[in-house]
């Protein structure tokens, strides 16, 4: 009898290795875009997704990827849709399709499977039965520390949106997310919108700055209320412009003069002085 329990008690431990050692492995991986875009023109047949983690709902969808991954013992991939460079974007729409800006996964194989994130059901459902093969061409981590080096220097020497674009070729570097979340700067580049609106006028400024360049976007309109419309892009004047030591030096030419102070700075707000006049502004939401 001891002889009998013995050897069901070594079974069972041989199924529960068995069955750890499946789920090993298997789990959900980030890419940069240059790596997910590396991975497509080589045909790899893989799961992947866009996801912009932070959301409630990007977040939702990681957790369910990661459960995903475990319980169909396949890797999957992801990018995070918020840290891609102009180009990368528009390279990825330009030979699969793909809408970054939306939480999507995707099966590459016969001409890109697309879902949108819903919930784990669906996606569990979806997923049944596909199965990612493993890239192997991925970039070394000592390539993606001599971007963070370079995004380094470009951030000293005031070049943001070029500091920017290295981080996003080593993105899913721990060390590349601490910089970025250590580094003010950064949340400067967006849409900025300020106006104050009278009786029968209105004063509007806008302040720009995008990845795809050093150049900032100027637009400022200060007249009839009834005449106003929103600005096209031949409006906006740009300079050139660096940002260091909470001053932005701007130039038409080869010398940069300093135009504004920034008086604060968050994810929301931006406080600038010109010519001792401080404007607040906020993120230009648009519709």
Not at 86 to 107: A, H, M, P, V, W
Not at 244 to 250: P, T, V
Not at 251 to 257: A, I, L, P, Q
Request: net charge negative.
């Amino acid at each position: 009898m001891k002889k009998v329990i013995k050897y069901i008690v070594i079974i069972l431990a041989l199924v529960l290795l068995t069955g750890c050692g499946k789920n090993q492995g298997y789990s959900l991986i980030e890419l940069t875009g240059p790596e997910l875009l590396n991975a497509l023109y080589n045909d790899n047949d893989i799961i992947y997704a866009t996801i912009n983690p932070n959301t409630e709902k990007g977040q939702a969808f990681i957790r369910d990827l990661k459960r995903v991954a475990k319980e169909h013992h396949t890797d999957i991939y992801y990018i995070d849709n918020t840290k891609l460079s102009f180009f990368n974007d528009e390279e990825l729409y330009i030979i699969s399709g793909i809408d970054t800006r939306k939480n999507y996964y995707y099966y590459s194989k016969d001409n890109n499977i697309a879902f949108e994130y819903e919930s784990y059901k669906t996606l569990d459902s979806d997923l049944k039965g596909i199965k990612s093969k493993k890239i192997t061409s991925l970039v070394s981590e000592e390539d993606k520390k001599k971007e963070l080096e370079l995004a380094k220097e470009d951030y000293n020497n005031g070049d943001i949106a070029d500091s920017l674009n290295h981080l996003f070729n080593c993105w899913n570097l721990k060390e590349a997310k601490d910089f970025y979340n250590n580094s003010k700067y950064f949340k400067i580049i967006k849409e900025w919108d300020y106006r104050s609106v009278g009786k029968n006028e209105i004063l509007v400024k806008k302040f720009a700055l995008f990845n795809i360049s050093n150049l900032l976007f100027v637009y400022e309109y200060n007249g009839s209320k009834a005449e106003y419309s929103e600005p096209k892009a031949k409006e906006y004047k740009d300079y050139k412009y660096k940002i260091k030591d909470d001053k932005i030096y701007i130039s038409n030419g080869e010398d940069f003069v300093e135009k504004y102070k920034i008086i604060s700075l968050t994810d929301d707000e931006l406080i600038l002085e010109d010519n001792k006049v401080q404007t607040v502004y906020s993120v230009d939401k648009k519709e």
